[in-house]
């Protein structure tokens, strides 16, 4: 039964070759779905129209010695370590990175877990310097990122937690609530500069218009400016015009 290993998911895969580019394993995994053999649940669902559940594999096969077996840390053949790390329940093998399997969110991360703590509002593993200091939203991950449209829960992607308290991949503004993601002050400063050296035309020099500020949800009424309007309450130029311009009565 090992040559069909060969001919599966891992067809491409010399006898020996240890990994993929997700994870560093000595086996492969045997899809409850199909019966084939891929190295990792992403390169299996990479190839294939449907999902493997992690939860269900029961047989690995080892890349040394292609013996296929119940799922283990170590070859019961030839002593192949299949992984430095190993979780029974998540079936996941992978070099030590400090992963622990959190019960909570139900699939494995990584640590070391003593850095972090578990939410269960928000139902997610955090760092520890974010307890007590976050906006928690209910089941805040169990959705894909707005950005990349990836599955933020079990994604193998830092997922950054926003003051606004959703979680995104990557961006600067977070665009399911429009909140800026990160510190702006000092991008700020520099489009104050900007703007100070970026004269508008005369005929827009005394136009106003009334804006909303995303970051503070405050409102007022500025200058207009093509580079930007900033908010007379918090300084953001994370701002909406919420209203038509206009132009003061002594210039009309």
Known sequence: MAATAREDGAGGQERGQRGCEHYDRGCLLKAPCCDKL????????????????RFK??????????????????????????????????HL?????????????????????????????????????????????ENVSRQNCPICLEDIHTSRVVAHVLPCGHLLHRGYRCPLCMHSALDMTRYWRQLDDEVAQTPMPSEYQNMTVDILCNDCNGRSTVQFHILGMKCKICESYNTAQAGGRRISLDQQ
């Open 93 to 137: 093998f992978d070099k030590d990175k400090k992963q622990y399997h959190c019960e909570n969110c139900g699939i494995c991360r990584i640590g070391p877990k003593e850095d972090f703590f578990h939410c269960l509002k928000c139902n997610l593993c955090l760092a520890m310097n974010l307890q007590g200091r976050h906006k928690c939203i």
């Open 57 to 90: 594999v029961k047989e690995v096969q080892c890349i040394n010695c292609e013996k296929i077996q119940h799922a283990q840390q170590t070859c019961e053949e030839c002593s192949t370590l299949f992984g430095e790390y190993y979780c029974d329940i998540c």
């Open 38 to 53: 891929y190295t990792c649940r992403l390169c299996h669902d990479n190839n294939e129209d449907h999902q493997l559940d």
